[in-house]
Structures are given as C-alpha cells and as structure tokens.
C-alpha cells in the first residue's frame, strides 16, 4: 500500500470548511435580503437553520434523486409544539436498520431560530399550496419537487460567493462540523455534542440520558458562540 501511494501519489480531499453559526448568520441575513424568490429564500434559510441546530447530514434533508416518504423527511415527521418541534429522522448513516431518532428543535430569543424558522415555513406552505399533504416532502423548491442535494449545494454556494466567502470549500457536511464547532466554542460538554450529533463513537454516550431542558439549553448556547 506504501508503494502505491509513493507511485500514484497520495490523495488530499478538499477541506470542508465549517459554517459555523457566525457564518449561518451571514447566510440568513443575505437570503432575507432576497437572494432568490422569496419562497427559495426561505425554504435555504430554514433547510440550513435547522440543519445546523440539528447537526444534519445533507443526506438527512435533502434528496439525491427521487422522493421516498419511506426514507426521505415529509411533512408528517415534523411536530410543532408551544416552545420546540420535533424532527423525525427515519433512518440516517448510524440508524441502518431505521429505528428512526427524534431531533428536538427549541425556540429561542435570537432571530436565527430553528423552532421560528420552520414554523413559518410550515404555515408558508400551507397557505401556498391548495392540495397540501403531510405526505409531501418537508422540503420543496418553487417546484414542487423535493429540494435535492445538488440544487442545496449550488445555491448554497451562490449565497456563500454573496457573503465573501470561497464557496467551494464548504459542502452539505458543513453544517455538521460548523455546529460541533460552535458547540465547542462555548464549551457545551463533550458527551451532550455527541448526543446532539447522534455520534457513536464513544459507547458510554447511550447510557447517558439528556433531558428536554438541557438540549434546549446547549441550542441557545449555540447562539452565543463567537466569530470563528
């Protein structure tokens, strides 16, 4: 093996840079500008709010081809309560035979809010579309059609160029890396980032049971870290 990377030479992947909340603000606040029509505007701001607060895979929110409501998230997986919604993931990479996991979304006093976001966007497509089901996927471009990962990713990008930021440094797993980084930054623990971030890494995780209060608390902690 030593050998044929001395011939072929080693393979360095392009770094995924984190968009960590500081740069999540950046992007809400430019697709509130107008970016797009003001429904793409609004769908990105609250496909990447709460891809962030809930440590998503892009995997986990968009489509890589066609719509299954059997994998893919529908409306019907998202509950809205007084203070916080829950998400429901039917199967991700470390859930293979779809257990499926419940992702708490809290309110909270900043204006970039994961609760906020989807509730409007809830009620958005409710109002816009005359044959709503709870079927449809939770995500939709202007379409219709569910938001699939290479229509994220290039718009995404585009918001990023508008930011001053090099776009292509940063991809679907951005969101993942940028809310550990926050969280670490304001020194949420390091078994409730686990948690948030559904690793399994470290066994002794799935023994320890985290409370509704406690996850809200380290997403508000998230809205205190610092430009990094």
Same mark, same amino acid.
């Given at each position: 093996?030593?050998?044929?990377?001395?011939?072929?030479?080693?393979?360095?992947?392009?770094?995924?840079?984190?968009?960590?909340?500081?740069?999540?603000?950046?992007?809400?606040?430019?697709?509130?500008?107008?970016? =797009? !029509? /003001?429904?793409?505007?609004? #769908?990105?701001?609250?496909?990447?709010?709460? +891809?962030? $607060?809930? %440590?998503?895979?892009?995997?986990?929110?968009?489509?890589?081809?066609?719509?299954?409501?059997?994998?893919?998230?529908?409306?019907?997986?998202?509950?809205?309560?007084?203070?916080?919604?829950?998400?429901?993931?039917?199967?991700?990479?470390?859930?293979?035979?779809?257990?499926?996991?419940?992702?708490?979304?809290?309110?909270?006093?900043?204006?970039?809010?994961? =609760? !906020? /976001?989807?509730?409007?966007? #809830?009620?958005?497509?409710?109002?816009?579309? +005359?044959? $709503?089901? %709870?079927?449809?996927?939770?995500?939709?471009?202007?379409?219709?059609?569910?938001?699939?990962?290479?229509?994220?990713?290039?718009?995404?990008?585009?918001?990023?160029?508008?930011?001053?930021?090099?776009?292509?440094?940063?991809?679907?797993?951005?969101?993942?890396?940028?809310?550990?980084?926050?969280?670490?930054?304001?020194?949420?623990?390091?078994?409730?980032?686990?948690?948030?971030?559904?690793?399994?890494?470290?066994?002794?995780?799935?023994?320890?049971?985290?409370?509704?209060?406690?996850?809200?608390?380290?997403?508000?902690?998230?809205?205190?870290?610092?430009?990094?």
């Amino acid at each position: 093996m030593h050998a044929v990377k001395r011939i072929q030479g080693e393979h360095n992947p392009k770094p995924r840079l984190p968009i960590t909340f500081h740069v999540l603000g950046r992007i809400c606040n430019s697709l509130r500008a107008g970016v =797009f !029509s /003001a429904f793409t505007d609004c #769908i990105l701001e609250t496909a990447c709010t709460v +891809a962030f $607060f809930g %440590f998503l895979r892009c995997g986990e929110f968009t489509v890589s081809k066609h719509f299954d409501s059997t994998v893919n998230l529908s409306v019907t997986d998202v509950e809205i309560l007084d203070s916080y919604a829950i998400l429901h993931l039917k199967t991700s990479k470390t859930d293979p035979f779809r257990k499926g996991v419940n992702i708490q979304l809290h309110k909270s006093d900043h204006t970039i809010c994961p =609760f !906020s /976001a989807i509730k409007k966007y #809830i009620a958005i497509r409710k109002g816009r579309e +005359a044959s $709503f089901c %709870f079927s449809d996927p939770l995500f939709v471009k202007e379409n219709g059609s569910a938001l699939d990962r290479d229509f994220f990713i290039r718009s995404l990008r585009h918001v990023l160029d508008i930011c001053g930021y090099n776009s292509s440094l940063y991809n679907g797993h951005s969101f993942r890396i940028g809310a550990s980084t926050s969280a670490g930054s304001v020194n949420i623990q390091d078994h409730l980032i686990k948690t948030l971030g559904r690793w399994t890494s470290d066994s002794y995780c799935r023994y320890i049971r985290i409370s509704k209060d406690t996850i809200q608390k380290a997403q508000k902690s998230l809205t205190l870290s610092k430009n990094i």
